[in-house]
Antibody
Framework: EVQLVESGGGLVQPGGSLRLSCAAS????????MSWVRQAPGKGLEWVAN????????YYVDSVKGRFTISRDNAKNSMYVQMNSLRAEDTAVYYC????????????????WGQGTLVTVSS | DIQMTQSPSSLSASVGDRVTITCRAS??????LNWYQQTPGKAPKVLIY???SLQSGVPSRFSGSGSGTDFTLTISSLQPEDFATYYC?????????FGQGTRLEIK
């Protein structure tokens, strides 16, 4: 059974830092692109970042570029996001998601999601 | 960036109704369009990928169509568990973008 479990959320002051983790199990983690997606309280979904299987390609939404860094450790079946210079508008539930392989040509959906971890940026 | 616009933003319907939700992309995305369902307090779940392919395990009352810029999600006969928020998402290019969501409520 595919499982994704996020951890590391919490309350942080504006300008502070936080590192989220995503522990994966039930599939060959090193074979999949992975994503972070966030959802502010009462709002819609916002894609944050993607990372390729070997970590050689990373993509970010503009609003987090230069502040967030996505990474992974395939030996530990884990993905991370280091969040620096946090702002109130970063307050959200952060989901870890797997990019599926339904289509050989790519452009796949996010086919498994974790339960999310809440990050609150407030003084 | 590709903007995704869903309509309507909210919708009231009854069990057994046929419901259609529309998603429009600001530029052509071929068929790189996915649909998700989210219930309160839960993570999203993919229903349809590549505009019209049903994700494994998803009931056949869900269907998708469209290509280019205009897409639809149809639920043929609403069930009680279908009352949720639905999002479209383009996977054509980075940054990946979602529609603003359509909240489906019980009439």
């Amino acid at each position: 059974e595919v499982q994704l479990v996020e951890s590391g959320g919490g309350l942080v002051q504006p300008g502070g830092s936080l590192r989220l983790s995503c522990a994966a199990s039930g599939f060959t983690f090193s074979s999949y692109w992975m994503s972070w997606v966030r959802q502010a309280p009462g709002k819609g979904l916002e894609w944050v970042a993607n990372i390729k299987q070997d970590g050689s390609e990373k993509y970010y939404v503009d609003s987090v570029k230069g502040r967030f860094t996505i990474s992974r450790d395939n030996a530990k079946n884990s993905m991370y996001v280091q969040m620096n210079s946090l702002r109130a508008e970063d307050t959200a539930v952060y989901y870890c998601a797997r990019v599926g392989q339904q289509l050989a040509a790519g452009r796949n959906p996010l086919d498994y999601w974790g339960q999310g971890t809440l990050v609150t940026v407030s003084s | 960036d590709i903007q995704m616009t869903q309509s309507p933003s909210s919708l009231s319907a009854s069990v057994g109704d046929r419901v259609t939700i529309t998603c429009r992309a600001s530029q052509s995305i071929s068929s790189s369009l996915n649909w998700y369902q989210q219930t309160p307090g839960k993570a999203p779940k993919v229903l349809i990928y590549a505009a019209s392919s049903l994700q494994s395990g998803v009931p056949s009352r869900f269907s998708g169509s469209g290509s280019g810029t205009d897409f639809t999600l149809t639920i043929s006969s609403l069930q009680p568990e279908d009352f949720a928020t639905y999002y479209c998402q383009q996977s054509y290019s980075f940054p990946i973008t979602f529609g603003q969501g359509t909240r489906l409520e019980i009439k």
